[in-house]
C-alpha cells in the first residue's frame, strides 16, 4: 500500500469580510515572510518546530477561503439539481446532454469563462435484465450487467454454477467450465485506516474475469459486487473484453445472492438462468465542459481542477461523481466571489465518458498537448461527497521529497477540515492520468471513505448519502489548494511517476 504522510498542524481560521464585486489581485507574499526563510516560532522548541513558508505566506487568504466557502450553500444547491432534477447520466444518454448544458449555463451564471470542446463517446444501453435460481431450488436473484457487457442470446444463457475464489481455482478447475456460469465469489476487504478500502484488490476480476473464463469455455460470468458491506444492491462497473477471446454476457449479483450460490453449490449442483438485453451502439457526440477564471500573471500556465459530469445509469451519481463536478465548480466560483485572481488560470474540466471510456480524458489531453505555457498542476476530484482527508499525489524519482514536504507544508492550510493526510499514489485520478504521464503534478482529493464503496455504482448512490457540511468542506479544501498552486511565484515541478495505472 502506498505510504502515508500525515501532518498534524493546528491553524486557527480567522472570520473575516470581504468585498464581493470584481477580481482583485492578492499577493499573500507581499505582507508575508519572504518564501525561502522558516517561520517556526522562537522559544526552546524552535528547532523542533516545522517550517512552513509556503502556508505563513496563505494563511489569511486561505481563512477567508475556508471561512466562505463552508458557510455557503451554493453547491449543495447546485448537487441537488443535478441529482434530483437530470439524475444518473451514462455517456451517450439524454440525461448527459442535458447535465452538460446545465453544468455550462451554471458556470456562466457564476461568471467564469466558459466552453464546450466535443469528443465521441461510446453508447451502451443495459436493456432488461434478469437471473434467477433455476436448481435447486426456484428463487430470483438480484442482478446488474457490468458496464460494456454483451448481451445474452435470446432466451437467455441458463448453465451450471462453478464458483472460484480467485485465477489459480479458475484454471484448476478449467475441466468444469465449458457451457458453465462462473461465479467469481472474491470478497472485497473492509475499510481500514491504515489501508484504505480493498476495491483494487478485487476489481481486475470485474475488468477481466469475462475474458478468463471465456478461455475454458464458459458461457457467462456473474460477479460478487465489489463491495464490504451489502443490503442486497448489486454493483455495477466497467468491464473488458480481451482481443481474440469470445465475449461472454457478465453481471454483477449482490454479496448475499453470492454467498447463498456459494452454499448451494458447496451441497450439489446449481443452475441458473441469465438474461442480459445489453447492447452496444453507435458512438454519439458529447462534450468536455470548461470554465475558467483566467490568471492575472501567467495566463497561459493552468492549474487544472477536475471531475466526471458522467455517472453509471443507476442511482443518481450523487457521490460518483456529481459532488466532485460541484467541488471543483463551486471552489472556482468562491474564488470569484471573493475578488481573488491568482498568477495563473485556473480551469475547472468536467470530463465526459469517465466511467466507460475515458474519452473525455484522452479527448482533452490530445486538444491541449501543444497548449503554451502548460498545465503546472492537475487535481482530481472522484472520491465522493465525504469529508475530505488531504492528497493522494502522484510522484516519483529526483526531486519528489522536496515536492512532498512543499505539499506537507500546503495542507496544514486544511487543518481547520481535518484534510491534512498525504498519501503517495500511482492514481490520483483517472481524468487526469495522461497529464501526469507527461509529468504535471497529479493530485487527487481523498475523502473519508470507509462508506464509500457501500453505494459505489449502486441504486443508492443518490442525494440522501451527502452531508451539506462535508460537500462544503471539500470545496473549500479544493478552492484552497487550486488558488494556492496557481498563485505561487513558481510552480512546483515534478518528475513523472515510476507506475502507470490504467483505470478499468
Known amino acids: 500500500m502506498s505510504r502515508r504522510l500525515r501532518v498534524a498542524v493546528a491553524v486557527a481560521v480567522a472570520a473575516c469580510t470581504t468585498g464581493r464585486a470584481g477580481v482583485v489581485p492578492v499577493d499573500p507574499f507581499a505582507a508575508a515572510p519572504p518564501f525561502e526563510e522558516s517561520s517556526a516560532a522562537a522559544g526552546d522548541d524552535a528547532d523542533d518546530a516545522v517550517a512552513t513558508p509556503i502556508a505563513d505566506a496563505y494563511r489569511a487568504v486561505a481563512a477567508r477561503i475556508l471561512a466562505d466557502a463552508r458557510a455557503d450553500r451554493g453547491g449543495w ?29 451554471a458556470m456562466r451564471r457564476d461568471g467564469h469563462d466558459v466552453r464546450t470542446e466535443p469528443v465521441m463517446v461510446p453508447r451502451w444501453v443495459r436493456g432488461a435484465e434478469a437471473a434467477r435460481i433455476v436448481t435447486p431450488v426456484q428463487r430470483d436473484l438480484v442482478v446488474l450487467g457490468l458496464g460494456g457487457t454483451v448481451g445474452t442470446p435470446k432466451g437467455g444463457v441458463r448453465g451450471q454454477v462453478v464458483v472460484v475464489h480467485g485465477w489459480s481455482e479458475l484454471a484448476a478447475r478449467k475441466a468444469e467450465l465449458a457451457g458453465a456460469i462462473v461465479l467469481y465469489d472474491v470478497a472485497m476487504p473492509a475499510w481500514t485506516e491504515e489501508h484504505g478500502s480493498g476495491y483494487g484488490d478485487v476489481v481486475p476480476f470485474r475488468w477481466a474475469g469475462a475474458s478468463a473464463a471465456a478461455r475454458y469455455g464458459a458461457a457467462a460470468v456473474l460477479m460478487r459486487s465489489v463491495t464490504a458491506h451489502s443490503l442486497r444492491s448489486p454493483h455495477t462497473g466497467s468491464m473488458g473484453y480481451e482481443d481474440g477471446v469470445a465475449k461472454i454476457p457478465a453481471a454483477a449479483i449482490t454479496v448475499e445472492d453470492t454467498e447463498l450460490l456459494a452454499r448451494l453449490a458447496a451441497a450439489g449442483d446449481v443452475t441458473v438462468q441469465l438474461e442480459l438485453g445489453a447492447r452496444m451502439l453507435p458512438e454519439v457526440r458529447s462534450a468536455n465542459v470548461i470554465g475558467e477564471l483566467r490568471g492575472r500573471e501567467q495566463p497561459d500556465q493552468v492549474v487544472l481542477i477536475g471531475a466526471h459530469l458522467d455517472s453509471w445509469d443507476v442511482g443518481q451519481g450523487a457521490h460518483d461523481d456529481g459532488a466532485g463536478c460541484i467541488h471543483v465548480m463551486q471552489a472556482l466560483t468562491v474564488l470569484r466571489r471573493l475578488g481573488l485572481q491568482p498568477r495563473r488560470t485556473i480551469r475547472v474540466v468536467l470530463f465526459t465518458n469517465e466511467e466507460n ?148
Request: proline letters at 7%; hydrophobic letters at 45%; zero cysteines.
Open 77 to 105: 444547491d447546485k448537487l441537488a439539481h443535478l441529482a434530483d432534477r437530470i439524475g444518473n447520466r451514462l455517456a451517450g444518454s439524454a440525461a448527459l446532454d442535458l447535465a452538460i448544458v446545465w453544468a455550462a449555463d
Open 357 to 504: 471510456g475515458l474519452r473525455g480524458a484522452a479527448g482533452y489531453a490530445a486538444a491541449h498537448a501543444a497548449e503554451v505555457g502548460g498545465h503546472v498542476a492537475a487535481l482530481e476530484s472522484d472520491s465522493g461527497g465525504f469529508a475530505p482527508r488531504g492528497l493522494e499525489v502522484a510522484i516519483g524519482g529526483d526531486g519528489s521529497d522536496e515536492v512532498m514536504a512543499q505539499l506537507a507544508d500546503l495542507v496544514t492550510l486544511l487543518a481547520p477540515l481535518g484534510a491534512t493526510t498525504l498519501e503517495r499514489s500511482d492514481h490520483p485520478g483517472a481524468d487526469i492520468a495522461p497529464l501526469t504521464r507527461q509529468g504535471v503534478l497529479g493530485l487527487g482529493l481523498s475523502t473519508d471513505g470507509r462508506r464509500y464503496f457501500d453505494i459505489h455504482h449502486t441504486h443508492a448512490d443518490t442525494l440522501d448519502k451527502v452531508d451539506p457540511q462535508a460537500l462544503a468542506d471539500g470545496v473549500a479544501a479544493v478552492a484552497v489548494l487550486a488558488y494556492v498552486l496557481a498563485d505561487l511565484p513558481a510552480p512546483l515541478h515534478v518528475p513523472p511517476p515510476p507506475v502507470i495505472y490504467v483505470s478499468p
